[in-house]
T-cell receptor, first 114, second 112 residues
């Protein structure tokens, strides 16, 4: 079945550092890929998405490129802020016919220190 | 203000008790979902509904039940058959034309 693997962390960085959170996937079809962010005690918010190979999703300084050849969707940001501290989930949508739902990675806890 | 609301924010269950978590959306979305989140486990799909009066089991449906009598509402009941109900429960919805799911703020269920 489909699966998503991401670095589990916690990942601790200093403010203004460069961020990469790795995400790789296995899927039988051609999935859409997502990054969601979860702040403490809250639900998930969509951060960005890409629906086909070579698409780049971007939002709030974060970027991720859909790489079909490496089955990856790594999240990057050039200069992180303390307010970026949260848990980040990589997810894919590739349900078989008649099914539904997203497949999530286990989440990466990001801690940004001032 | 469009969005998804979940209530209550915290819920306590006694042994042998059924409890119901509320999920309401005013986004006019056809599909609704329930996920369970455990520490270090990511999110797992419990039930989903693509249309009113129809719903399907997800990966971990045992011990849970749902109904979808209205487009806006998708309540989840955690039954006494669910032996390990302590978790954070998230409701989501999506439209027919977009795969993106939008999430509510969640309900944390604790066992007394």
């Amino acid at each position: 079945g489909d699966s998503v693997t991401q670095m589990e962390g916690p990942v601790t960085l200093s403010e203004e550092a460069f961020l990469t959170i790795n995400c790789t996937y296995t899927a039988t079809g051609y999935p859409s890929l997502f990054w969601y962010v979860q702040y403490p005690g809250e639900g998930l918010q969509l951060l960005l998405k890409a629906t086909k190979a070579d698409d780049k999703g971007s939002n709030k300084g974060f970027e991720a490129t859909y790489r079909k050849e490496t089955t990856s969707f790594h999240l990057e940001k050039g200069s992180v802020q303390v307010s970026d501290s949260a848990v980040y989930f990589c997810a894919l949508s590739d349900p078989p016919p008649g099914a539904d739902g997203l497949t999530f990675g286990k989440g990466t806890h990001l801690i940004i220190q001032p | 203000d469009g969005g998804i609301t979940q209530s209550p924010k915290y819920l306590f269950r006694k042994e042998g008790q059924n409890v119901t978590l509320s999920c309401e959306q005013n986004l006019n979305h056809d599909a609704m979902y329930w996920y369970r989140q455990d520490p270090g486990q990511g999110l797992r799909l419990i039930y989903y509904s693509q249309i009113v009066n129809d719903f399907q089991k997800g990966d971990i449906a045992e011990g849970y039940s749902v109904s979808r009598e209205k487009k806006e509402s998708f309540p989840l009941t955690v039954t006494s058959a669910q032996k390990n109900p302590t978790a954070f429960y998230l409701c989501a919805s999506s439209s027919r034309v977009e795969e993106t799911q939008y999430f509510g703020p969640g309900t944390r269920l604790l066992v007394l």
